[in-house]
């Protein structure tokens, strides 16, 4: 029983990991903050969870956020 949910951790890690690069492959240079992309592509494969969650977190603008900045 242990190792089955060990393996289903790992298995949601390797998830958040994969959607994360190619999150940040498939989004435009313009929707990109603080670093530039080969940036964040450095830093998901030097450190691969915590570099997916702050890409989560800090990577990139929120459609909404987009939007009112061209509206403005």
Known sequence: MTSLLVYAIY????VLY???LVDC?????SRI???PKTGWLIIMVLFPILG????R???KRSAFAED?????
């Open 11 to 14: 298995l949601i890690v390797a």
């Open 18 to 20: 994969v959607f994360a």
């Open 25 to 29: 492959i498939r989004t435009p240079v």
């Open 33 to 35: 903050r603080m670093v």
């Open 52 to 55: 997916a969650i702050a890409w």
């Open 57 to 59: 977190n800090l990577g």
């Open 68 to 72: 009112r900045m061209a509206a403005a």
